[in-house]
């Protein structure tokens, strides 16, 4: 899920010249393996699997010979060394090939959680199963934005003629759905609620468990153009809440069910989906790994980079300290130390993910320059 226009930040630069990321607008400040908590062999190892998932996925437009991430090639023969370490050495190959940064020492981060629920669905539409899930539709395009702000940016839109026009919003879609207007072959699933439908839209993918018990992988396939609002700042706007979570979010929504289109429809976005060999694709299109794949805001920190996390976990106050790679974006991830830690698949990932609201810093592990 993305922003159609997204405001480039500029930020006063800190640390070393030439640092990786002056050119992406943010600040990095040179540190070191030995200032981070929790550095150990066992982060390295387990993190492995997860940046060598990514190695198959590295951006050669974004990995140019010039990049302050370093190049492709610099990457791939990395990517190449690291998979063939044995355990005791993976550590030290890091420490002796990568540098850490810590990124935009002045600004305050912030680190939600995001997981993978699973939802009772059907193929067919019946009783207890009526609310759609919907495909891309044939008539929704993407493009570069031209000029101006957010030149390069792709925005969607609906083609009339030589023009772009906006796609149709949240509140116009469900009023085709509710009126019938909506094509058979649009429809991918059909599951419970309209409540269930607005949470799987938010977290972007997930699971849809069908009659026969089997599961099927739902995905991002992409949106109608139209920027993100959260249901839980209007609800809070309007004096409905005083604490914002997931949990006092469902809470409200249960208590007023004749609510929920109208809250639903302060947001403008509309996901779509597609099926999927993978319970939680990435927007790398890498599967997510629990406690190692970081959302971020892929204008600061390219997809396929490691990271180092350091935070809290809401749920219980203990340090969360990790060794995590960049693979993955929502529409609410925006700026450079802001991150969405995937928690995992089902209730107890639920658990971890709803509450997750902490500060924390995050630093990014490049090659060193040679």
């Given at each position: 899920?993305?922003k159609?226009?997204?405001?480039?930040?500029a930020?006063?630069?800190?640390?070393?010249?030439?640092?990786?990321?002056?050119?992406m607008g943010?600040?990095?400040?040179?540190?070191?393996?030995?200032?981070?908590?929790?550095?150990?062999?066992?982060?390295?190892?387990e993190?492995?699997?997860v940046?060598?998932?990514?190695?198959?996925?590295?951006?050669?437009?974004?990995l140019?010979?010039?990049?302050?991430?370093?190049?492709?090639?610099?990457?791939q023969?990395?990517c190449?060394?690291?998979?063939?370490l044995?355990?005791g050495k993976?550590?030290?190959?890091?420490?002796?090939?990568?540098?850490?940064?810590?990124?935009a020492?002045?600004?305050?981060?912030?680190?939600t959680?995001?997981?993978s629920p699973?939802?009772?669905?059907?193929?067919?539409k019946e009783?207890?199963?009526?609310?759609?899930l919907?495909?891309?539709?044939e008539d929704?395009?993407t493009?570069?934005?031209?000029?101006g702000?957010?030149?390069?940016?792709?925005?969607?839109?609906?083609?009339?003629?030589d023009s772009?026009k906006?796609?149709?919003t949240?509140?116009e879609?469900?009023?085709?759905?509710s009126?019938?207007r909506?094509?058979?072959?649009q429809i991918l699933?059909?599951?419970?609620?309209?409540?269930?439908?607005?949470f799987?839209?938010?977290q972007?993918?997930?699971?849809?468990?069908?009659?026969?018990?089997s599961?099927?992988?739902?995905?991002?396939?992409g949106?109608?153009?139209?920027g993100?609002?959260?249901?839980?700042?209007?609800?809070?706007?309007?004096g409905?809440l005083?604490e914002?979570?997931?949990?006092?979010?469902?809470?409200w929504?249960?208590?007023?069910?004749?609510k929920?289109?109208?809250l639903?429809?302060?947001?403008?976005r509309?996901?779509?989906?597609?099926?999927?060999k993978?319970?939680a694709?990435?927007?790398?299109?890498?599967?997510?790994t629990p406690?190692?794949?970081?959302?971020?805001?892929?204008?600061?920190?390219?997809?396929g980079?490691p990271?180092w996390l350091d935070?809290?976990?809401t749920?219980s106050g203990?340090?969360y300290?990790k060794?995590?790679v960049?693979?993955?974006?929502?529409?609410?991830?925006?700026?450079?130390?802001?991150g969405?830690?995937?928690?995992g698949?089902?209730?107890?990932a639920?658990q971890?993910?709803g509450?997750?609201?902490?500060?924390?810093?995050?630093?990014?592990?490049v090659p060193?320059?040679r």
């Amino acid at each position: 899920m993305r922003k159609i226009i997204l405001i480039v930040m500029a930020l006063m630069v800190s640390g070393c010249t030439s640092q990786p990321g002056h050119s992406m607008g943010t600040s990095l400040q040179l540190t070191s393996f030995k200032a981070l908590t929790g550095w150990s062999n066992e982060q390295a190892n387990e993190t492995r699997p997860v940046l060598l998932n990514s190695c198959r996925k590295l951006n050669r437009r974004t990995l140019t010979d010039n990049s302050p991430w370093g190049s492709y090639k610099q990457w791939q023969q990395l990517c190449g060394e690291l998979s063939g370490l044995p355990e005791g050495k993976v550590k030290q190959f890091f420490e002796d090939n990568f540098q850490v940064y810590r990124v935009a020492v002045n600004q305050p981060g912030l680190f939600t959680g995001y997981y993978s629920p699973v939802y009772q669905g059907r193929l067919q539409k019946e009783p207890g199963f009526e609310t759609p899930l919907l495909k891309l539709p044939e008539d929704l395009v993407t493009v570069k934005h031209r000029g101006g702000q957010g030149k390069g940016e792709r925005i969607a839109g609906k083609k009339t003629g030589d023009s772009l026009k906006p796609y149709d919003t949240r509140a116009e879609i469900e009023e085709k759905i509710s009126t019938g207007r909506v094509k058979p072959e649009q429809i991918l699933v059909w599951i419970r609620s309209p409540s269930d439908k607005f949470f799987l839209q938010i977290q972007g993918s997930g699971n849809v468990q069908l009659k026969d018990g089997s599961l099927l992988h739902v995905a991002y396939a992409g949106n109608n153009g139209h920027g993100y609002v959260a249901i839980g700042r209007v609800l809070k706007e309007r004096g409905e809440l005083q604490e914002v979570s997931l949990a006092t979010i469902k809470e409200w929504l249960n208590a007023h069910p004749d609510k929920q289109r109208e809250l639903f429809n302060q947001n403008p976005r509309y996901i779509f989906f597609r099926a999927a060999k993978m319970g939680a694709v990435t927007a790398q299109g890498v599967p997510a790994t629990p406690h190692r794949t970081l959302a971020v805001d892929p204008k600061y920190i390219p997809y396929g980079i490691p990271v180092w996390l350091d935070t809290k976990l809401t749920a219980s106050g203990e340090p969360y300290r990790k060794m995590m790679v960049a693979q993955d974006t929502g529409s609410a991830i925006k700026g450079p130390v802001r991150g969405d830690i995937y928690m995992g698949v089902g209730p107890e990932a639920e658990q971890l993910a709803g509450p997750q609201q902490s500060p924390g810093k995050l630093y990014v592990i490049v090659p060193k320059r040679r």
